[in-house]
């Protein structure tokens, strides 16, 4: 099955610097690759997401890049803000029509200190 | 309304105990879903139901029976749990488009259990 790895597990920036946290898949078929952001005493939220056909996607200081070959993909975040502290989880899953089966990384707890 | 409601946030319970996790979204989705998250660990899915049918059940021990009375409820019920299973509890719903896709994954805050 599919295995997701996650890095670094903690990471501390100072305002206004990037932030960038990689991941790597095992599955080859694994083809939809979102990016959740988790703050403190609420559950996981969307922040980016990115499918197999496309090779980077960004959103204002927010983007996702994905190596299909070297299986591996990364979120970088521009001008960081102390409201970007929080636990970014990875994912990876093979897009179907029924439910959505998501393979966590461990996530990263960013702290930006301003 | 929050779109994924969860109750209760914290729960504290004896290995000899029964209670319930309950989860409501009103988000019209036709998916929810049971997470466990545990420190230091990915999050693990452990159920599925899509239409109100399970549709996954991932070797989650028989001492977590899930519910899902309707598309817009779901339960959890706890018997005879171990320390173990202390962890913080999510709840996620998904929406199948028309054209097939399901998309991202709509959390609650969590039910925070403790077995002591």
């Known amino acids: 099955g599919e295995n997701v790895e996650q890095h670094p597990s903690t990471l501390s920036v100072q305002e206004g610097d990037s932030a960038v946290i990689k991941c790597t898949y095992s599955d080859s078929a694994s083809n939809y690759f979102p990016w959740y952001k988790q703050e403190l005493g609420k559950g996981p939220q969307l922040i980016i997401d990115?499918?197999?056909?496309?090779g980077e996607k960004k959103d204002q200081r927010i983007a996702v890049t994905l190596n299909k070959t070297a299986k591996h993909f990364s979120l970088h975040i521009t001008e960081t803000q102390p409201e970007d502290s929080a636990v970014y989880f990875c994912a990876a899953s093979i897009v179907n029509t029924g439910f959505q089966k998501l393979v966590f990384g461990t996530g990263t707890r960013l702290l930006v200190s301003p | 309304e929050t779109g994924v409601t969860q109750t209760p946030r914290h729960l504290v319970m004896g290995m000899t105990n029964k209670k319930s996790l309950k989860c409501e979204q009103h988000?019209?989705?036709?998916?929810m879903y049971w997470y466990k998250q545990s420190a230091k660990k990915p999050l693990e899915l452990m159920f599925v139901?899509?239409?109100?049918?399970?549709?996954e059940n991932n070797s989650v021990p028989s001492r977590f029976s899930p519910e899902c009375p309707n598309s817009s409820h779901l339960f959890l019920h706890l018997h005879t749990l171990q320390p173990e299973d202390s962890a913080l509890y999510l709840c996620?719903?998904?929406?199948?488009?028309?054209?097939?896709?399901?998309?991202?994954?709509?959390f609650g805050e969590g039910s925070r259990l403790t077995v002591l």
């Open positions: 988000l019209g989705h036709n998916a």
């Open positions: 990115i499918r197999s056909n496309v």
């Open positions: 996620a719903s998904s929406h199948k488009s028309g054209t097939g896709y399901t998309g991202e994954l709509f």
């Open positions: 139901y899509s239409l109100e049918e399970r549709v």
